[in-house]
C-alpha cells in the first residue's frame, strides 16, 4: 500500500511539473506572438513604417521563421564594467557612441556562444531608455533566409546574473527595408557560426 501510493504521489507531482512547463511555454508562445502583431501594426502604419510608400501601399505582413521556444535561451549575464565607449561603424558615416556593457554566455546544442551587449549613450540620457541594452547579430541564416546584415535584439538589464536571449523576437534593422536609414553594423565578435531559424526573416519585396 506504501508503494501504491508514493507511485501515485509521484506520478502526480511528475504531471503538475509538466502542466507548469506546458502553461510557460503558452506564455512564453503568447509573447513571442504579441510580438510579432505590434510589429506588423507598426509597419502597416504610415506614420511608422520604414517602408518606402510604394512597399507600403502593398504590405499585408512580415514573414517569420516558425515559433521555436528552443531558441529563447536564459543566458548567462555576465557585466563588463569599466569598459571605454566607442563609435559604432553604420551603413553610413554616422557613428553613435556605444558601450560594451556585458556579456550572455549561452549554449545551443552542444556549442558554447558568447555575444556582447551594448548600451547607447545617447539613449542612456532618456528616462525610458536608461535600461536598454542592444543585442547586433549574425548567424548563418543571413542570406539564405534571414536579412543579410543581420538582425537586432532589444534588452533590458537583467537584475541578477541571467539575460533572457529571444531570438524569436530577432527583428531587421530599418536598412533592410530602405536605405535612407542608418543602421548600426554588427561587430564582428558578434558572428554567430551556426544558423538562428528564428524571429524576422528578410523582407521580399
Known amino acids: 500500500m506504501p508503494f501504491i501510493k508514493i507511485r501515485f504521489l509521484f506520478s502526480l507531482a511528475f504531471l503538475m ?14 509573447e513571442i506572438k504579441a510580438f510579432q502583431k505590434d510589429l506588423n501594426v507598426q509597419f502597416a502604419d504610415p506614420e511608422d513604417s520604414p517602408l518606402t510608400p510604394e512597399d507600403l501601399d502593398s504590405f499585408e505582413e512580415l514573414e517569420f521563421f516558425s515559433i521555436n521556444l528552443n531558441y529563447r535561451i536564459d543566458a548567462k549575464f555576465v557585466r563588463t564594467p569599466d569598459q571605454k565607449p566607442f563609435k559604432m561603424a553604420t551603413s553610413t558615416k554616422r557613428k553613435p557612441e556605444y558601450v560594451k556593457y556585458g556579456e550572455a554566455h549561452f549554449v545551443i546544442g552542444d556549442s558554447s556562444f558568447v555575444l556582447t551587449l551594448y548600451q547607447s549613450l545617447s539613449l542612456k ?9 542592444f543585442l547586433p547579430f549574425k548567424d548563418y ?24 536571449l529571444d531570438f524569436n523576437q530577432a527583428y531587421n534593422p530599418y536598412c533592410a527595408y530602405s536605405d535612407r536609414y542608418s543602421c ?6 558578434n558572428h554567430l557560426e551556426v544558423e538562428i531559424p528564428a524571429g524576422v526573416k528578410n523582407w521580399d519585396h
Open 125 to 133: 540620457k532618456e528616462e525610458e531608455y536608461s535600461n536598454y541594452l
Open 184 to 189: 548600426p553594423l554588427v561587430p564582428d565578435e
Open 17 to 30: 511539473v509538466n502542466l507548469l512547463y506546458a502553461q510557460v511555454g503558452k506564455e512564453q508562445y503568447q
Open 141 to 164: 541564416t543571413n542570406g539564405f533566409g534571414s536579412y543579410g546584415g543581420g538582425r537586432y535584439i532589444d534588452l533590458e538589464i537583467p537584475e541578477g546574473d541571467i539575460i533572457t
